[in-house]
Nanobody, 119 residues
Framework: QVQLVESGGGLVQAGGSLRLSCAAS????????MGWFRQAPGKGREFVGR????????YYADSVKGRFTISRENAKNTVYLQMNNLKPEDTAVYYC????????????WGQGTQVTVSS
């Protein structure tokens, strides 16, 4: 089991940057692939990106590619989402999630952190 806590959300103007953090409990953080998702008001949950267990590979949704970067520090049990050139349409609650590499579903989720981008 792993527990996830996001932080770093807030209000930012369009074109600005934010870095979200997701701290994980437990001693096996490096065994989990980590993902970031978001949910805007009135919309379904959207995949943002993911990072492999080693951190060597990352994958992004087209909507954020080139603007967002996911990284992780396994020694600190933390995954990050660096968001640059933010747009009003990036406004959402952002969630980190963890899954065992052999499974498709993300079994563990954080509580989310709000990101609001003003125009």
């Amino acid at each position: 089991q792993v527990q996830l806590v996001e932080s770093g959300g807030g209000l930012v103007q369009a074109g600005g940057s934010l870095r979200l953090s997701c701290a994980a409990s437990g001693r096996t953080f490096s065994s989990y692939e980590m993902g970031w998702f978001r949910q805007a008001p009135g919309k379904g949950r959207e995949f943002v990106g993911r990072i492999t267990r080693s951190g060597l590979s990352t994958y992004y949704a087209d909507s954020v590619k080139g603007r967002f970067t996911i990284s992780r520090e396994n020694a600190k049990n933390t995954v990050y989402l660096q968001m640059n050139n933010l747009k009003p349409e990036d406004t959402a609650v952002y969630y980190c999630a963890a899954r065992v590499a052999t499974q498709y579903e993300y079994a563990y989720w954080g509580q989310g952190t709000q990101v609001t981008v003003s125009s």
